[in-house]
Each structure stands twice: as structure tokens, then as C-alpha cells.
């Protein structure tokens, strides 16, 4: 068990915090982003999946998940440099496209002992006096009676331009993923992205289009927050979730028209925001040409479950105020998932920041909006952006975003909470429920582990299990969340 390791707590621990000016919570999903660049569909759920990932993401894949490392599923947004550190946009003249030869590699086939790296150090980063003495040692390990080294540079500014990053990128990865255009809009206003076409998706419409709390699946923009707003939203308040289903589809059929949905939101003010209307979409959504896949957002249970594709295009319409049947979704990069919340319900939102709360006053403002251990508000809560240089009380670090459970500035859905254990001991371990919006949890096999973290979530473990589909569904325990996340909040 994890222990409770800060015992201060807030004036008013239940009284809301002022609401940010900014938020820019989000990172790409990369085994979405990854499809949509090999044009093929790729096992979300393979151990080795991961060595796909970090060779077309060109990252190692223990340092994708924190925006320390500047990864390319943060493309367009970095740290401040402040502290606490927070996330910012990176200025659109600060991101570059990476063209083939640029990332064209040093040649090392003449390297036979470690001094001849010393004549390379400009093309590897490494120090300025060409001597690798200092250079960091990353990885060391003896197999099959070799010593097998992996070098950190120690100026990683002699790389930057030739490795993704979240300023550098390929011409398709900042036209896929990335609000910052090449190529803009033709003159009728209409986008889309490379290697893909806007398809009427009504064809598989299922039997009825009917709200499950697992259906939104993140895909190849930072745009978490939305996706975990809208889980959220469909899990405590189904009734709020409009549908686009068989009946619409027969009488546009009827007709000779495309169906279409009516989805309404609300002004909450700042970024990301638009005046209250109602926004009419068609039911398009851009397919990869190669895969026939779902680029972005997409229905856990497949093509047949259109409505949270339907609701992210109908947000990226709403807050670029655009008249176009197929508006520019990387628009919906970055943003509030508590404001979201309200956007999609016309409720409060509510912030609760955790650095000057402990970890039982945060269970206590979850518990204050559930009943039977599952919220009847909607929820979010949100990561650090980096791994903090120390805890929150001062002593040792814990945490550490090496793996797609916990990711650095990630909004998740939080579902509810439970306890475990048995007699005396059973309030002594106490969860927090969260989903993850890429509707995954780590491959077994990949060796990444969190204290507190259960991704076995059944009926035993918790009573609302039995009304879900458990994919990205996991428990965390209210210290280890207190620690990796920054933020929660509810819209009510």
C-alpha cells in the first residue's frame, strides 16, 4: 500500500479553486497516430507493439510519456520553464517540418573504439571541448558477453533537427495532428487530412447508436480533454449524449440527404469556446485511404457507434465557427476537459488543484459527487505535465511517466472509487476509477509498473464493473493519485 505522505490540507478543502486562464492538457495518442502513418491497423494490446511505436515515433518508448523528453505526441505544445512547470503552445513560428534529409543520420561504420566518437561530437551533441567523458550514460548491460552501451548526448540542440519532436515534425504528422497548417482549407472552407477521405460512416450504424460509457476512443490529435469530457459526460449523464440513429438514418434516406445530427453546446468563456448554438453535422469522418481506419476519434465498439465521432466534429465546428460539412479537426488540440464538461452540459465546472490537498481530501470530493462508488456528476482529473524534481511533500520523487497508464498531461475520466481489503484493513487501501481515453492499459510484458496502479478492474475489485467495458478502465490508489495527478474537477 501506498502511503499517505503529506498530512497538509486545505483551509477549505471542498471549496472550488479559481478556474485557470489556460489549460493546454492533451498528448496524441500514439498507437492512433502510428496507424494512421503505416496506413495499417496495429495490436493496441501487443507487448511489441511498443517497439513499433518507438521506431516510427523515433523515441525511446519509456521517455513518449513526459513532456520532459519533448516527444513527438506533444507536438505543439512544451514546458514553461517555470515552477510549477505548466504546459504552453509553442509558437507557430517555432515549429519546423522535418523533410528526409533532414533526418538523415551521422554515419558511425568507421567507429572502432570509443575516441573515434570524439571527432563526431557536432553531429551527435555531444560536449562543446569534443570530449565524451561526461556524456551520460543511458543504458548499460552485458549480453552474450558484450558490454552494450546507450549514450545520452549532452546537447540535444545538435539533434533537434533531425528527430521528432514536439516542435519538429514531418510534413504529414503537422498536417495529421497539429493545428498549425501548410496547406490551408481550399476556398470552400473544407480540410483533409493526407492520406485520408471524409466517409459517410451511417453504413455501420449499429442497431441503435445507444450511449456506453466506453465508446470514445481517442485517435491521432492531443485532444484528450475532450475525449475524457465526453466519457464523463456519457458515464454520470447519459441522458446529456445526443444520437444519430436508425430511424435518422432511414427518414434522410427517405429523403436523399446525408444524415445528420444536431448537437447543441454552451459558452463557458476563454480558448475554446464559442457562443451557445446548436451545430448541425453531417456523418462523415475522415478514413485513412490505406486502412479504411478511423483517424481521430472513434467508438470502441467500431464504425457502428457514430455518435463520439459525430461530437468531435461537431466541437472542432463550434469553436473555429466554421460553416463546413468537414471542418478542421486538429483545431480540438489542447484545451480544459473540466471546462468541457460544462461546455457539453451547461453545468458548473468546478477545479480542485491537488498540491495543497491531501490525498483524503481528494478521495472526499470524489466520494461528495457519487453514489453506490460511481460519480453522478461528471468528472475529470488531470496529470502533471512532468514528473515533479521532488514529491509534493518534499522528499523523494515517485513518480515517473514511463508508460501509457499514467502519461503526462493527460485528462482522464474519473468513474468513481472503491476500497480493498477485508475486516479491519479495509479502509486502510482506497482507489480512485479512472478511464483512460485511449481506451488502453499497458501491454503485459513491457516491465512498466506503478505502485497503487490495479488495471484488473472486475466486480470484485468494484460494484460499477459490471456496467462496463473495461478496456483503459483502471484503479489507482488516492496517494499515487495525489502525486501523479495536478488537477480534478466536476461539471455540476
Known sequence: MFAIINNMTATKPRQPDAQPKSLYVGAINPFALVEAILGRKVDWHHAPTADVISNILQCDYEDLFDMKHESVIYAG??????????????????????TERDMITPDFSRVQKLSDLNAMVPDIGGSKTGDLGETKVKHAYMFNGNLRLILEPADTSALANKTLSNSHVTATIGELSTPFRTHHSNSSGQWTPPNATWEDITAHLAHRDSTKFSNPVQGAIGNSWLIAALTSVAWASPQSITHCNRSTLLAAAS????CSMHIKFFSKGGEMDAPSTTVEVNCEVPVNNSSGLLLYCRSSGGKGFLWPSLYEK????????????????????????????AQLTDLNPEYYFTYHR?????????????????????????????????????GHNIVKFAGCNLVANMAYSVLGWTTSGTGADKMQEQYVILRHPWGVTEPQGLGTSYPGLVTKVDARFWSGADLIDHEGVFGLETGVFREYFAGLGVAK
Do not use: Y
Not at 461537431?314 to 464538461?341: C, E, R, V, Y
Open 358 to 394: 491531501n490525498a483524503s481530501d481528494l478521495l472526499s470530493l470524489i466520494r461528495s459527487n457519487c453514489a453506490n462508488f460511481k460519480t453522478v456528476f461528471p468528472m475529470c482529473a488531470f496529470t502533471h505535465p512532468t514528473s515533479p524534481a521532488r514529491s509534493s511533500s518534499g
Open 314 to 341: 461537431a466541437f472542432a465546428k463550434w469553436i473555429s465557427n466554421s460553416k463546413s460539412d468537414h471542418p478542421d479537426l486538429t483545431q480540438t488540440s489542447h484545451g480544459d476537459p473540466i471546462k468541457a464538461m
Open 255 to 258: 429523403r436523399h440527404e446525408p
Open 77 to 98: 505544445i512544451r514546458l514553461d520553464g517555470k515552477v510549477p512547470e505548466k504546459a504552453e503552445q509553442v509558437p507557430s513560428h517555432e515549429m519546423h517540418t522535418l
